[in-house]
């Protein structure tokens, strides 16, 4: 469900970081693509193997992307400011 | 319904739930160590399902959570994604709806925590009830 082509930011990466928001928890990353298991490690989570990393369009607002632990997140594309760690699986009975 | 005869970390959880998530969480019912929980504002993808994209569902959560797993959503209609597929795990009518058959409920999902699509994570904190919630989002956009 991501679109990763649409981008809101060329400044090359060493000219700023990217603050982001992981639920409340705030990070700053100076390069422009992070893996999501290393955002959600950051916030605290120290088993991502689970867990899902969800792009919101706002502070706690809707998925609009999502990324498995072993995924790279481009920080300089709209809607990847605000963050939400949602547990992964399933199965049915 | 009184919910202080419930554990005190289902309590907490609801607690964190209301403050932080839904404000007009309920228990509904309260049956066989399950509590029926209503939510009353989950969202559906708008790209997979017509509107409206906020609605209420319950949700049964164990009393013994966190430490033991989510299992199941019911809702009043069936889940009618836009492109017509059969979802998994659809029970129309089953037993388990009857606690809240009264307030609508009629569609139970058998979705569990763990299983075919992959581990879910071990819970062990009341806030994890937010994460539960999110779960509860994402396997609706991803049926």
Not at chain 1, 7 to 36: S, Y
Not at chain 1, 64 to 69: D, H, I, L, N
Not at chain 2, 42 to 68: C, D, M, S
Not at chain 2, 75 to 83: C, G, K, V
Request: hydrophobic share 35%; aromatic share 8%.
């Amino acid at each position: 469900m991501s679109n990763e082509s649409v981008k809101t930011e060329t400044k090359p990466e060493h000219e700023h970081e990217h603050e982001i928001f992981v639920g409340d928890i705030r990070e700053e990353w100076r390069q422009n693509q992070v893996l999501a298991s290393e955002i959600m490690i950051k916030a605290g989570v120290s088993d991502v193997t689970s867990f899902i990393l969800e792009a919101l369009d706002k502070r706690n607002g809707k998925a609009v992307a999502e990324f498995k632990p072993t995924d790279l997140v481009d920080l300089t594309l709209k809607d990847r400011k605000f963050f939400r760690i949602t547990p992964g699986g399933g199965g049915f009975s | 319904m009184d919910e202080s005869q419930l554990p005190a970390l289902l309590q907490e959880a609801l607690q964190i739930l209301r403050a932080e998530r839904m404000d007009k969480a309920r228990v509904d019912a309260i049956v066989d160590n399950w509590i029926y929980l209503w939510l009353p504002d989950v969202v559906f993808e708008e790209t997979k399902y017509p509107p409206p994209h906020n609605r209420g569902l319950w949700v049964r959560i164990p009393l013994q959570f966190p430490f033991a797993n989510p299992h199941g959503i019911i809702t009043a209609e069936p889940l009618n994604p836009i492109d017509g597929h059969s979802i998994k795990g659809h029970n129309p009518n089953h037993d388990i709806c009857a606690p809240v058959r009264n307030l609508g409920g009629n569609q139970y999902y058998s979705w569990t925590w763990s299983g075919e699509i992959g581990p879910g994570p071990s819970l062990r904190n009341p806030r994890d009830i937010l994460g539960v919630i999110s779960w509860v989002e994402r396997r609706i956009r991803q049926a």
